[in-house]
């Protein structure tokens, strides 16, 4: 499901990520956007830390930014204008990583977007819930985050 418009969508998020000083020094770009899911990667060297491994904060940044990416360009490639936030998180660091860093999001339930326009078009506002990880490059996750994402139309507060 690779659309032709893919390419112009990571290079509009590479470009809104690099605006932002805190999200440029993770060194991050954008890698993949299938519709379903949205791929980050950041080198080890810009992340890493006292133990030679990733960095928690980068690893929960670079998901974090991961699953704003995807909300944002589901809500953008169904023509939809919104400020994107995260709400809440939960994250769970399972091994450390001592490679470059690769964060997936994908929405949980996999709501389409029509479904999250039509409901961000009727109360000026939608939620949904995204599952992120980090790999391992053996195979596995380093860290694994669920968080919930608010949508809120522009011009509709």
Not at 129 to 151: I, K, N, T, W
Request: charged share 20%.
């Amino acid at each position: 499901m690779h659309s032709h418009d893919s390419p112009d969508r990571l290079d509009w998020l590479d470009a809104h990520y690099r605006a932002m000083p805190p999200v440029a020094a993770l060194a991050l770009a954008p890698a993949a956007f299938d519709g379903a899911e949205l791929v980050l990667r950041a080198p080890l060297a810009a992340n890493v830390n006292d133990k030679g491994c990733a960095f928690g904060g980068s690893l929960v940044s670079l998901m974090t930014l991961a699953g704003w990416g995807l909300v944002t360009a589901r809500l953008r490639g169904a023509g939809a204008e919104a400020d994107v936030f995260v709400a809440d998180s939960q994250v769970r660091y399972r091994a450390p990583l001592y490679a470059d860093l690769e964060a997936r999001a994908r929405i949980e339930g996999d709501v389409p977007a029509e479904a999250m326009l039509a409901q961000l078009r009727q109360d000026g506002r939608v939620a949904v819930q995204v599952a992120a990880r980090v790999c391992l490059p053996e195979g596995g996750d380093a860290v694994r985050m669920q968080a919930r994402y608010v949508a809120i139309a522009k011009g509709g507060r």
